[in-house]
């Protein structure tokens, strides 16, 4: 299989395909974002293979890189949206259902014409799907490879999230969220001891589970 067939043989079959991936499952603090993605195969289709392999897994793209692709995208897109979950919805629903709230809001505010979701991962997104209507999905596992709408997608949630993160850590520059973006790293497990936790952290995460229940311990003790 190469890249796109999934897609090829959607159309083939008379489906027209939106991409859904989301960004920020792992992170300790900040929302979850996801992107939905419709393309106009015969633009994208037509662009430069150098064009064309940049369209994939964000994770693989430096900033520099996403920057190049964005408008890469734009180009050839249908449309698109995004749609998050808060902090506490990521509390409240687990990081799985928070991540599913998040993927139905990107796909009914999406102004675009779709009539299969293809979800990067092996799980669906639980009905209801969108508002009023039921909905074909297709999971696919490494999906930000395989398909481009969604590799689109995470390319547009990574640099929706990314710009959220860095405009947080402006207002909150103890916590450095513009160089982690939420990420579990020393330097931020660090800052969290330093000066405690955030509205904007993830509670239910560890480690900031575990450093709010040895403040607390701290205060009764």
């Given at each position: 299989?190469?890249?796109g067939?999934l897609e ?5 079959r008379?489906?027209?395909?939106v991409?859904i991936d989301e ?7 900040g ?10 195969y015969?633009k994208l289709?037509?662009l430069p293979?150098?064009?064309l392999?940049l ?6 793209l430096?900033?520099r890189q996403?920057g190049l ?11 698109w ?10 509390e ?5 259902g928070?991540t ?7 796909l ?6 779709f009539d299969?979701?293809?979800?990067d991962?092996n799980q ?5 799907v ?6 074909a999905?297709q999971?696919?596992v490494k999906?930000?490879h ?6 689109a997608?995470?390319i547009i949630?990574?640099?929706?999230r ?6 947080l850590?402006n207002s909150?520059?103890a916590?450095g969220?513009?160089k982690?973006v939420?990420y579990?790293?020393r330097e931020?497990?660090?800052?969290l001891?330093?000066h405690g ?15 709010c ?8 003790g």
């Open positions: 299989m190469e890249r067939d090829r043989a959607a159309l083939a008379g489906q027209f395909p991409g960004v920020g499952r792992g992170c300790i603090a929302p979850v974002v996801t992107s939905a993605v419709v393309l106009d015969g289709f037509a293979d150098k064009s392999q369209i994939r897994d964000s994770k693989t430096s900033a996403r692709v964005v408008p890469i995208i734009e180009s050839v897109a249908c449309g949206a995004s749609g998050s979950a808060s902090v506490q919805e990521i409240t629903h687990g990081i799985l928070a599913f709230i998040a993927m139905r809001r990107a009914n505010a999406i102004d675009a014409h299969l979701v293809m979800v991962g669906a997104i639980p009905e209801p969108l508002a009023g209507r039921k909905i999905q999971t696919v999906g930000d395989w398909c481009f709408a969604i590799a997608a995470s949630a990574k640099e929706v990314d710009k959220f993160m860095h405009e850590g909150l520059p916590y969220f513009g982690h939420g579990g790293t931020h497990i660090e800052n001891k330093i936790v955030s509205d904007w952290h993830r509670r239910t995460f560890e480690p900031v589970k575990s450093i229940a040895a403040k607390i311990a701290g205060l009764s």
